[in-house]
C-alpha cells in the first residue's frame, strides 16, 4: 500500500510523509473521521512505509514481500485489532500488549491498528493507557475511529490526532468512475448519497439505490394528491413495511434538500437527484423556502418518532396527511 493509492487525503499523507522524512514519527498517532473514509487503508500505508526495505517519499513500495503482506493482513509485526462482538475486551487488549513488547520479527516497528477504537470497553481502555505511558520503544500504534469523543481522554491526550475529512464530491465522483466503470452522473449520485465516504461508494448498489428512489420518487409525488382515505390506507400499508417507510423518509429528507438547493442555486450539480429534476423543479416552484424547511423538518422529525419507537402507523398518518395537505 502506497500513499499515491489513498484519494483525497492530501493533508494527513503530507503529515505522516514530513514525519517519515524528519524522522519524526510520533509513537501513538488518532485517525479520526467519517466511517469508511480511508483511515485505514491509510494506517496500512503507514506500516508499510515504516516496514518496506525498499521506502521512499510515496511510502512503501507496494511489490516488495513486506508490503505485499501487510495488503493482506498477513504480516508477522502487522497487527489489526477489531472488536470481539460489539466491543475491544481486555483479553485482547493484554494480548496485543504482549505481542508489542516482542522484538518485530520480519521489519523494522510492530505496528498495532485498533480499528473502531472507541469500541474499547472501560476495562480494555484503562489497560491500553498503560501501553501508551510506557510505549514499546520499536512499536508504532495507530487507533481508528470514528467517534474520538468516544475515547478516554487520557488516551486521546497521549496520542497525535490526525483528522480525516469527506472526500469532496466530484473527487469522490472522478475515483468512482475509474474504480467502478460508471457514468458521471451515476457516480455523481453515489458520491452524493455516502457523503465522501470511499468505502461506502464502492459498496452501494447502484441499480438497488436507484430503484429505491424511483419508487420513493412515485410515492412522494403523489402525496399530493391523495384525500384523507388514500393517506390513511397508504399508512397502514407503510407501517407494515418498516423497510419502505424508512426508505420514504430518508428519501424525503434527500428531496426537500435538494429542492431548497435548486431553488436558491438552480445548479443541477448540487442535486442528489438529478435524474428527477423536473419533480424538483415542481417541488421548488410550489413551496416557499420556509415550506420547503418545514417539510424537511417534518420528514426528520418523522425519522425521530420512529427511533423513539413511536407507533410507525401513527407516524405514518402524521407525515402523509400533513404532506398532503401541502
Known amino acids: 500500500m502506497m500513499f499515491s493509492t489513498i484519494e483525497g487525503h492530501d493533508r494527513p499523507i503530507r503529515i ?24 485505514k487503508l491509510t494506517a496500512l500505508a ?13 511510502g512503501g513500495c507496494g511489490a516488495c514481500p513486506s508490503c505485499r503482506k501487510i495488503d493482506s493482513l498477513g504480516h508477522p509485526d502487522v497487527r489489526v485489532l477489531v472488536t470481539d462482538g460489539d466491543e475491544i475486551k481486555i483479553d485482547q487488549i493484554r494480548q496485543v500488549q504482549s505481542d508489542l513488547s516482542l522484538t518485530p520479527f ?18 480494555a481502555s484503562n489497560a491500553f493507557l498503560k501501553t501508551l505511558e510506557e510505549p514499546p520503544g520499536n512499536a508504532l500504534i495507530i487507533l481508528i475511529t470514528a467517534m474520538p ?18 472526500l469532496p464530491r466530484t473527487v469522490l465522483a472522478r475515483a468512482l468512475m ?33 430503484a429505491a428512489r424511483m419508487e420513493a420518487a412515485a410515492l412522494l409525488s403523489g402525496i399530493a394528491q391523495m384525500g384523507p382515505g388514500d393517506s390513511l390506507a397508504l399508512a397502514e ?32 450539480r448540487l ?3 438529478a435524474r428527477a429534476r ?16 418545514a417539510n424537511m423538518e417534518l420528514f426528520m422529525m418523522s425519522r425521530n418518532l420512529l427511533e423513539r419507537r413511536v407507533s410507525a402507523q401513527l407516524v405514518a398518518e402524521n407525515l402523509l396527511l400533513k404532506c398532503a395537505r401541502g
Request: aromatic share 4%; net charge negative.
Open 16 to 39: 505522516l510523509q514530513q514525519a517519515l522524512a524528519n524522522d519524526a514519527l510520533g509513537h501513538a498517532y488518532v485517525f479520526s473521521g467519517q466511517t469508511g473514509i480511508g483511515k
Open 46 to 58: 503507514l506500516a508499510s512505509a515504516v516496514n518496506c526495505p525498499n521506502a521512499g517519499p510515496d
Open 106 to 123: 520480519e521489519g523494522a516497528k510492530k505496528v498495532l491498528i485498533v480499528d473502531n477504537a472507541e469500541s474499547m470497553n472501560a476495562a
Open 149 to 166: 469523543q468516544g475515547l478516554l481522554s487520557t488516551i486521546r491526550s497521549r496520542c497525535q490526532e490526525i483528522p480525516f475529512h469527506p
Open 178 to 210: 475509474r474504480r467502478r466503470g460508471i457514468s458521471e452522473e451515476d457516480a455523481m449520485f453515489i458520491a452524493a448519497l455516502v457523503q465522501g465516504s470511499m468505502g461506502l461508494g464502492l459498496e452501494m448498489d447502484l441499480e438497488q439505490e436507484k
Open 237 to 268: 400499508a407503510l407501517a407494515k413495511d418498516r423497510e419502505r417507510l424508512d426508505r420514504l423518509i430518508d428519501i424525503g429528507v434527500e428531496w426537500m434538500r435538494d429542492a431548497l438547493v435548486y431553488r436558491e442555486t438552480g445548479d443541477e
Open 271 to 273: 442535486l442528489v437527484h
Open 278 to 293: 423536473q419533480h424538483l423543479r415542481q417541488l421548488a416552484d410550489r413551496y416557499s423556502v420556509p415550506g420547503l424547511l
